[in-house]
């Protein structure tokens, strides 16, 4: 209950909390997130299907919690005694799997085929991202580039300095998913991550403190105690008017 409760105050009145009260993909995203996780966690896999193609008509990465799908339809083969061999026979032989795997990027297509008629290039989300200098390129280096970039005044970390520790902490967390045998979870959060790593840091944090798996497991490791839990709670509230005036003044790491 304290984790459940921490979770709802960092969507609510959060440091970050502004990205999901405002027009942004983020609380859409969040939401369809936790749907296709809780039917997984149902084994209601057609209503986690459905939910991934709306996922993947809300940002290009929601596809990917098609291999969370897949990854739970094996765990659940496996744990009824079927061997890896088996299972591509196993999965044929339902056809509400095969419906939820075949629907989860419907949203994606969908959205390709709205771009082809309306501007006659279904792959323009991915050519616009010129305009934003995003070059696919070495995602280690960019991180290397964002955690080099020290400030010049001041002791604070640069914009860049936080979009890469974002993207580091993002990706340890999806290693503690997958620890905890969250491998699905773990494997949504660290790919939803890498993707847009490839091009660079940009809204990095954004897409970070999005991913609804990762601040569940941050609310589940900090209401361990009701000391720190108590103590979370009230950073939360209170580093919420610091940060939103940041965000209002433009600071690049939260755009």
């Not at 026979?89 to 082809?116: C, E, K, N, Q, T």
């Not at 979870?185 to 970070?208: D, E, G, H, K, Q």
Request: aromatic share 14%; hydrophobic share 60%; glycine share 8%.
């Amino acid at each position: 209950m304290r984790a459940y409760i921490l979770y709802c105050a960092f969507l609510l009145s959060g440091p970050f909390s502004f990205h999901f009260t405002t027009f942004l993909t983020e609380p859409l995203f969040v939401l369809l997130t936790s749907c296709v996780f809780l039917a997984l966690k149902r084994s209601n896999y057609l209503a986690a299907g459905v939910s991934c193609a709306l996922l993947s008509a809300t940002r290009l990465v929601g596809v990917l919690a098609v291999f969370a799908i897949v990854i739970q339809m094996f765990e659940q083969h496996r744990h009824q005694g079927g061997s890896a061999v088996s299972f591509p026979r196993w999965v044929l032989g339902r056809p509400d799997m095969l419906l939820a795997i075949f629907i989860s990027p419907a949203g994606l297509f969908a959205y390709m085929l709205f771009l082809y008629l309306t501007v006659g290039d279904g792959f323009a989300f991915v050519h616009v991202q010129r305009a934003f200098g995003r070059v696919a390129g070495d995602p280690l280096l960019f991180l290397w580039d964002g955690l080099a970039a020290v400030p010049t005044k001041g002791w604070l970390p640069t914009a860049p300095q936080w979009s890469a520790l974002a993207a580091i902490i993002g990706l340890t967390l999806s290693a503690v998913l997958a620890a905890r045998r969250r491998y699905g979870a773990a494997l949504f959060c660290a790919s939803s991550i890498i993707l847009p790593l490839i091009t660079n840091l940009a809204s990095m944090v954004r897409y970070v403190i999005g991913l609804a798996p990762l601040m569940m497991l941050i609310a589940e490791l900090l209401s361990v105690s009701k000391l720190t839990y108590l103590v979370i709670l009230a950073l939360f509230l209170s580093a919420c008017y610091f940060m939103t005036l940041a965000w209002i003044g433009g600071y690049l790491a939260l755009v």
